[in-house]
Structure formats: C-alpha cells, structure tokens
C-alpha cells in the first residue's frame, strides 16, 4: 500500500527554521514527482514546491522562493522540505504529495499528484 507520511511540523517564532519531512512507502520514491502543498485557514490548499522524478527541476512558489528548499533522499525514501525565515503568514497545514513519473513545471499550478500524506501542522507565531 502506496503511503505518505509527514513530520516535522511545530510551533515556531517568526524568523526560525524547521524541516519538514516526507516518508514514503510502498513504493519508490525517485521514480516519482514531489510536491509541497500547504492550506492555511479559510483559504485554498496551495502548491510552493516540487521536484520532478529523478529529483531535477526543483521550483518554487514566489511566497517561498530563496526561503524555502526542496530535496530528496533516495536511499531513506524521504522528501524533505527545508523551511528558514519563517512568517507568520507561512501558518498552514503542510501536505506533501507524489506522482508517477512526475515532472515539475516552473508553472507549478498545472502539476498533478495522485497520492497524499495526512498533513502536518506548521504554527509560526511570537
């Protein structure tokens, strides 16, 4: 059975850093596309990272990009998703997400995802 799992998440101040991590199993990573998801209250669930299978292509989201980074461990089966200069406004539920041969365009909106982890709460606040 094809799993996600999240972890990582937390309360943090503004300004501070945290990983995320992404933990598949039943199946093998590299031959799928990643994607960072996050859905703050009230608002719609939104993409701010991926990396296409193969780990090439890393994009980002415009609200993240230079702040957050996005990689892989093929040998732990794990994505990760480095988070530094944390804001307010980054407080969401973090969902990471992976397709089969996926790829990761620089218009990260049309990219798909058939498989999801449960999601893990990122808090940051003074």
């Known amino acids: 059975q094809l799993q996600l799992v999240e972890s990582g998440g937390g309360l943090v101040q503004p300004g501070g850093s945290l990983r995320l991590s992404c933990v598949a199993s039943?199946?093998?990573?590299?031959?799928?596309?990643i994607g960072w998801f996050r859905q703050a209250p009230g608002k719609e669930r939104e993409i701010i990272s991926c990396?296409?299978?193969?780990?090439?292509?890393?994009n980002y989201a415009d609200s993240v990009k230079g702040r957050f980074t996005i990689s892989r461990d093929v040998a732990r089966n794990t994505a990760y998703l480095q988070m530094n200069s944390l804001k307010p406004e980054d407080t969401a539920v973090y969902y990471c997400?992976?397709?089969?041969?996926?790829?990761?365009?620089?218009?990260?909106?049309?990219?798909?995802?058939?498989?999801w982890g449960q999601g893990t709460q990122v808090t940051v606040s003074s």
């Open positions: 990396i296409s299978s193969g780990g090439r292509n890393p």
């Open positions: 997400a992976a397709e089969y041969l996926g790829g990761c365009p620089r218009s990260l909106t049309i990219a798909t995802f058939e498989y």
């Open positions: 039943g199946f093998t990573m590299h031959q799928y596309g």
